[in-house]
Every structure is written in C-alpha cells, then in structure tokens.
C-alpha cells in the first residue's frame, strides 16, 4: 500500500455472494468510507445505493469488469481486493476470473475470496492506517 494515503480497495462479488458483500461492507462503513473504492458494475452499485459509499464503478464481472479491475492492479492503482466468489456455480467468466486472481499473486496484491480473509485483510489495513496516523 502507499505510504499511508487512502487504501485502495476493489470490491467484487458474484450474484450468490452480493448480499454477503453488502453485510461485509456494512461491517467496516466507517473504515471503507476513507479508501477509494473501485468495484464491478452491480455491486458497486449496491454498495452505493444501500450503504451511501462512493465507488468508482466498473462493467459487470461477466462483460469485462474483472479485467478492468485487473488493469487497475498492474497499473499499481489497487492495494488489495475483496472478490467474495461463489465456488458453487459455475461462472461464464471463469477465465476473467482467473486472470484477476492470477495478476493479485504476479503482482503480490492481498486477495480475499470469503468473508474470513476479507474479515482479516480489512481489520489489518485499519490497524497499519491506525498505526501510520
């Protein structure tokens, strides 16, 4: 993460597991309310529409929003992500998917794919942004 600005957060979840990103995100209001948000296209727009953050909105996951996201991190403009995906159901996009995931661990960026590891990046980032002011 830069040294102490906003962290930079995407925020992503697939249709099974939006409400659970809504839950998550309503966990850490305050918290997220200082970071820079990017999601993809409808939960960004849940996340705006039902918890008043401001997101910087991306396509859906399955038209392109995944790699938008994806361009984001190599471009260095995303400390770490939040994708809340359902292994359950096969997604159209799995390769989008994969390639996102992938460019997290090229590019060596946290990325947390259920609510515990969300739960845990989240909670340390507000302690290394405590611990920097």
């Known amino acids: 993460m830069t040294k102490m600005t906003q962290p930079r957060i995407a925020l992503i979840a697939h249709d ?16 997220l309310k200082g970071c820079t948000l ?21 396509h859906s996951g399955p038209v392109g929003g995944d ?21 359950m159901t096969p997604q159209p996009h799995e390769p989008d998917i994969n390639a996102l995931v992938r460019a997290c661990d090229v590019h060596n960026i ?7 590891t969300a739960r845990l990046v989240l909670n340390q980032l507000m302690i290394s942004r405590a611990g920097a002011a």
């Open 67 to 87: 790699l938008q996201i994806g361009a984001q991190l190599v471009n260095g403009e995303i400390d770490c992500v939040i994708f809340l995906r359902d292994p």
């Open 110 to 116: 946290a990325c947390a794919t259920n609510l515990s």
């Open 38 to 58: 990017s999601a993809t296209g409808t939960t960004g727009g849940r996340l705006h529409n039902e918890l008043g953050l401001k997101v910087e909105r991306k």
């Open 16 to 31: 099974k597991k939006k409400d659970d990103m809504i839950t998550l995100a309503a966990e850490y209001l305050e918290f």
